[in-house]
Nanobody, 116 residues
Framework: QVQLVESGGGLVQPGGSLRLSCTAS????????MGWYRQAPGKQRDMVAT???????NYADSVKGRFTISRDNAKNTVYLQMNSLKPEDTAVYYC??????????WGQGTQVTVSS
């Protein structure tokens, strides 16, 4: 079915930047929502940003003005540009693909660590 491959995580200093990428392969629908979620140890997985196939975006309040989600439909790839990173952004970031209600897929997760 659908596979999601993530890349771009790593260690960065506070105030630095990272760019995450997620490429979907398999049976991809023309209308869908993709997004990034994050989960810190012992915490729930929370939405960071989402983007529809029509480029409508939504962001968590904690990342507005700092993160930007975008996509390349030709490559079935979604990106998350993260600027002005803070220690509280440290988490495992997961790519999500939702073609319709009742169906969703997740990537394996990529670690983002913001520390001096």
């Amino acid at each position: 079915q659908v596979q999601l491959v993530e890349s771009g995580g790593g260690l960065v200093q506070p105030g630095g930047s990272l760019r995450l990428s997620c490429t979907a392969s398999g049976s991809i629908f023309s209308i869908y929502v993709m997004g990034w979620y994050r989960q810190a140890p012992g915490k729930q997985r929370d939405m960071v940003a989402t983007i529809t196939s029509r480029s409508s975006t939504n962001y968590a309040d904690s990342v507005k003005g700092r993160f930007t989600i975008s996509r390349d439909n030709a490559k079935n790839t979604v990106y998350l540009q993260m600027n002005s990173l803070k220690p509280e952004d440290t988490a495992v970031y997961y790519c999500n693909y939702r073609p319709f209600i009742g169906s969703e897929f997740w990537g394996q997760g990529t670690q983002v660590t913001v520390s001096s």
